[in-house]
């Protein structure tokens, strides 16, 4: 922690390619800014920076401390306003959007928790299809929904974002299903089953899967399908098919027994849970403070 200010200065110094740009900046001179970046390089036992009269190079060595250094700061600094945060008497009233399904199975009991602990701050929260919300004309603080990182939320340049997790999917059917059916013994037996379709995913005939040789697609079909999550859950569990279904929606029937998980081992996480909310220099306290709870309560339930 001794050289951070070094460190910042270091930061400052490549991105402006200049010890003068900086001095005139700091209002400070050239020589001290070079001896703290001297001071710097001393104590890491190797050179940052090429210098000459016109030219201001990162040696390799320079170049990726530059990188892990931003990535670093940028973390602390992260750190110290959700403490300060944390820390604070927070007030309030946050609007909350979700899409339906991971409304219903993760935030809703997530915020009423939520609001267990911050009793002073008030709560609206507005679960709908992610066609039925603008974050910004709506005045929403939070929206959160399973995303990918071609969201075209991510695009936006006055919206910022937050993943809280990683969501893995399970392949599964109901033990009567696989007594009449069989059970398929690989992923591409797949194609000679009943799947069951959730329409409102991108190629939702394609489900992937990875293994020894790489990632691979099986193009499944069956004849039921539905844009409704839900609707699909209570198909399987009746054993109208097999479906790729979120893990967190179906752990305790897997538990109990009402359904088994085929491939978990050759299933890789296709989404995550993301929070988006307004850009803003500052964040609000009131979202800072909902941000890290989420993280905290969605750590404890995706793993």
């Known amino acids: 922690m001794e050289y951070i200010s070094d460190i910042r200065l270091f930061i400052k110094v490549v991105r402006k390619k200049s010890f003068s740009s900086v001095a005139a900046e700091t209002g400070t001179s050239q020589s001290s800014i070079s001896k703290r970046i001297a001071r710097l390089e001393e104590s890491l036992g190797v050179q940052l920076l090429k210098r000459s009269t016109r030219h201001l190079a990162l040696t390799e060595s320079g170049a990726d401390f530059f990188v892990r250094a931003e990535r670093f700061l940028a973390d602390l600094d992260d750190a110290c306003k959700t403490a300060s945060a944390l820390g604070a008497d927070v007030?309030?009233?946050?609007r909350v959007h979700s899409t339906l399904g991971i409304g219903q199975s993760l935030v809703a009991?997530?915020?009423?928790?939520?609001k267990r602990e911050n009793r002073d701050i008030s709560i609206d929260l507005v679960m709908a299809p992610n066609s039925a919300t603008n974050l910004l004309q709506q005045e929403i603080?939070?929206?959160?929904?399973?995303?990918s990182d071609r969201d075209s939320l991510r695009s936006h340049t006055s919206i910022a974002y937050d993943v809280l997790g990683p969501v893995r999917y399970l392949v599964c059917g109901a033990p009567s299903y696989f007594e009449e059916m069989g059970t398929p013994a690989t992923p591409r037996d797949l194609e000679k089953h009943n799947c069951l379709i959730l329409t409102n995913q991108s190629?939702?005939?394609y489900w992937r899967f990875g293994g020894p040789d790489g990632e691979y697609a099986v193009r499944v079909s069956?004849?039921?399908s539905s844009n409704s999550g839900v609707a699909l859950y209570e198909a399987l569990r009746r054993g109208l098919g097999i479906g790729r279904m979120v893990e967190y929606q179906v752990t305790d029937d897997l538990k109990a027994g009402r359904l088994v998980s085929l491939f978990p081992d050759l299933i890789r996480p296709l989404r995550v849970i993301t929070a988006y909310y307004p850009r803003a220099k500052r964040i609000p306290a009131k979202t800072e403070i909902f941000l890290a709870f989420m993280k905290r309560y969605l750590g404890t339930r995706l793993t």
């Open 109 to 114: 009991p997530a915020v009423a928790e939520f």
């Open 222 to 224: 069956g004849s039921y």
């Open 91 to 94: 007030k309030g009233h946050l």
């Open 141 to 147: 603080d939070v929206t959160i929904r399973l995303s």
């Open 203 to 205: 190629s939702p005939n």
